[in-house]
């Protein structure tokens, strides 16, 4: 099971269909667990951004998970990766690989060229969810697991993996409930 937490107030429709993508794209039951606020003490203070791994560990969320649950959390704020040589951009979202928790965002969405605010953000939200699966980037762009900053991952709105992720990912879900 897939349980879906929002951070931040978004439009139901948008999280309805976000739910609906990432059933539709795992083969998995996918709900709206409910809400959370978000940890303070993630915001970095020069960027205004959340820092996404530190959000995950901070986060104080009384959501009951079972063993193979996966759960995500969704935001509209933004999201940065923690400080390093690469420096500290913003990111769609941050994920545990191969573990139960990630985060999104809707940040960023429908501004120009960038994709709009329901696909993007189911797409996001397929992309991070596959990474908790131990999914990698994929060289497809018509793949919801191709690289999120990429230019193909806004050229394609529709929420899809492909076969090569899709089965891997089936794999990895049998093996979750095994
Ligand atoms: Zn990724
Ligand atoms: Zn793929």
Redesign the pocket.
Known sequence: MIRIVTLSVLPIEVIDHVTRRVHAAYGLGCEIEGEAHLPKGARDKDTNAFDGPKLLAEIDDKTMLYADDKLLYITSEPVSTPPGPMGRGPISGYAQYGQGKAVVTSHGLGAKGALGLESGLAKRAAHQVGHLWDLHH?F?PR?A?HPDWAPGFTQYPEVA??L??REKSERKIKLGQG
């Open positions: 994929c497809d793949c697991m993996l492909c090569f992720c």
